[in-house]
């Protein structure tokens, strides 16, 4: 099993940056697929990129391509999310997720445990 808190969140304005960070406890973290989601009041969970276990392989959502970078420390067993050129329309909660059994060919499967959540709020 393992915990997963994010941090980072915050109040910021449209065009600039913010990075999250999900910092894992428990068992081994380089065992774990991870991701980042986020979610708006009465909007379905949106995923919106993923990391392979050694950092490899990538996936990102068209609405962040190109804006949001992910990337991992398993000797810190961290991820982040490196949040550039942010839109109001980025505002949400954004949580952190572990998986063992995500395809990292297309980052299909189901995560297995998930952080408290993050709030970005966006301002125009």
């Known amino acids: 099993q393992v915990q997963l808190v994010e941090s980072g969140g915050g109040l910021v304005q449209a065009g600039g940056s913010l990075r999250l960070s999900c910092a894992a406890s428990?068992?081994?973290?380089?065992?774990?697929?991870m991701g980042w989601f986020r979610q708006t009041p009465g909007k379905e969970r949106e995923f919106v990129s993923g990391?392979?276990?050694?950092?490899?392989?990538?996936y990102y959502a068209d609405s962040v391509k190109g804006r949001f970078t992910i990337s991992r420390d398993n000797a810190k067993k961290t991820v982040y999310l490196q949040m550039n050129s942010l839109k109001p329309e980025d505002t949400a909660i954004y949580y952190c997720?572990?998986?063992?059994?995500?395809?990292?060919?297309?980052?299909?499967?189901?995560?297995?445990?998930w952080g408290q959540g993050t709030q970005v709020t966006v301002s125009s």
């Open positions: 990391i392979s276990r050694a950092g490899i392989n990538v």
């Open positions: 428990g068992r081994t973290f380089s065992m774990y697929v």
């Open positions: 997720a572990a998986g063992t059994s995500i395809s990292v060919s297309d980052f299909k499967g189901a995560f297995d445990y």
